[in-house]
Nanobody, 123 residues
Framework: VQLQASGGGLVQAGGSLRLSCAASGRTFRPYVIGWFRQAPGKEREFVAAISWSGGSTYYTDSAKGRFTISRDNAKNTVYLQMNSLKPEDTAVYYC?????????????????WGQGTQVTVAS
């Protein structure tokens, strides 16, 4: 499956962005989709994930209450709505796909990755 992340940009602190992850190729439905981010000089870290049905969602602590992950399987797209953005949210955001729901925070277990989209939050 091929993944295409989009929707990044420059926003003021407190603002919002919605990232999209569009999939093509193999069928989209069985895959768990995760969002990760990587800031300069830091390791890539888990942000959020959603099960193939959309019934289960997972968030890192810093994203809880501010970010919402959702998916539209008819459009083969997963969204990450990011509200109340902070300068520390600045990073390149990547979406990724895997089959298993077990251990969704582990980036090494994702099989497919998108190219990343830059999010910059100005203070």
């Amino acid at each position: 499956v091929q993944l295409q992340a989009s929707g990044g940009g420059l926003v003021q602190a407190g603002g919002s962005l919605r990232l999209s992850c569009a999939a093509s190729g193999r069928t989209f439905r069985p895959y768990v989709i995760g969002w990760f981010r990587q800031a300069p000089g830091k390791e890539r870290e888990f942000v959020a994930a959603i099960s193939w049905s959309g019934g289960s969602t997972y968030y890192t602590d810093s994203a809880k209450g501010r970010f919402t992950i959702s998916r539209d399987n008819a459009k083969n797209t997963v969204y990450l709505q990011m509200n109340s953005l902070k300068p520390e949210d600045t990073a390149v955001y990547y979406c990724a796909a895997r089959e298993s729901i077990v251990g969704v925070t582990a980036r090494y277990d994702y099989d497919y990755w998108g190219q990343g989209t830059q999010v910059t939050v100005a203070s």
